[in-house]
Structures are given as structure tokens and as C-alpha cells.
């Protein structure tokens, strides 16, 4: 018959405690959180009511046709969507035909939430570059 101590089953239990926290994983830094947007593109000037989008992630960037583009938009504009740089030589036909963008999600630990109506279409992605192109193609 085996006899085992009190202080040996400490010192494993010890050991095994250290082991299982060096193996969990870092809580990442705030310039290393999951950046991500839920986007949405409704036609008219009211923002969809869905609540179906297009979920666009940065870190790395994924989910959305033109991630990388549009992650890169982002990083230069801190996150603030209206900061985004215009499209210059963009010319955008005198049509109204409304559509309505509409971003929430987070930028780096920070909360984000955009709504905006722009005259058409052509003049949302002058504005806003690829992060509202949402459309398949």
C-alpha cells in the first residue's frame, strides 16, 4: 500500500494550478481587441428594421467582400465612420433616391453607432469608400 502526503498532494495540486494558468489565454490589450461592425444598407431613409447585415470583423479582417479595404478606411478614421476619408474625383449623378446606412458594433473597446441617409447610393460609397458596399457581385 502506496502512502501519499499531505504535503506531495499539495505541491500537485500547486503545480497543476500553475500549469492550467500559464495555458489560459492573455486577455488581449485594447489595440488588440476584435474590432468588428454590423452594417446594414436599406433603400429609402429609414434605417432596416431586420437586423440582417453584413458583419464586418478587422482583426484580421473577414466577413465582408472588401474587408481589408474597408478595415484600412477605418484604422485611418479611428473608427469614426464620418472621418473616413472622401472619394476625390468622385462624380455622382443629381438622382434622390435615398438609401440609409447604418453601422453598430465596436472599434477597439469602443462602442459604435452610425446611422446616416445619403441621396444615392453612388454618393454613400463617395462618402463612406468600400465599407458600405454590401451588395454581391
Known amino acids: ?8 498532494v499539495r505541491a500537485g495540486l500547486l503545480a497543476t494550478l ?3 494558468a500559464c495555458a489560459a489565454p492573455a486577455r488581449p ?6 474590432s468588428w461592425l ?11 428594421a431586420t437586423g440582417n447585415g453584413t458583419m464586418l470583423r478587422c482583426d484580421p479582417p473577414r466577413g465582408h467582400r472588401h474587408a ?6 477605418l484604422t485611418r478614421a479611428n473608427g ?6 472622401p472619394r476625390e474625383n468622385a462624380i455622382c449623378p443629381l438622382v434622390y433616391a435615398p438609401v440609409t446606412a447604418q453601422a453598430t458594433g465596436e472599434w477597439q473597446g469602443h462602442p459604435i453607432t452610425y446611422t446616416h441617409t445619403f ?4 454618393t454613400m460609397t ?10 454581391e457581385g
Not at 29 to 34: F, K, S
Not at 38 to 48: F, M, N, R
Open 68 to 73: 481589408a479595404e474597408a478595415c484600412a478606411d
Open 18 to 20: 500553475v500549469l492550467l
Open 29 to 34: 490589450d485594447a489595440a488588440g481587441e476584435d
Open 1 to 8: 500500500m502506496t502512502h501519499t502526503s499531505v504535503r506531495t
Open 119 to 122: 441621396p444615392n447610393p453612388c
Open 80 to 85: 469614426h465612420i464620418p472621418d473616413i476619408t
Open 126 to 135: 463617395a462618402q463612406t469608400g468600400t465599407l458600405f458596399a454590401l451588395d
Open 38 to 48: 454590423l452594417l446594414t444598407v436599406a433603400q429609402g431613409e429609414t434605417p432596416s
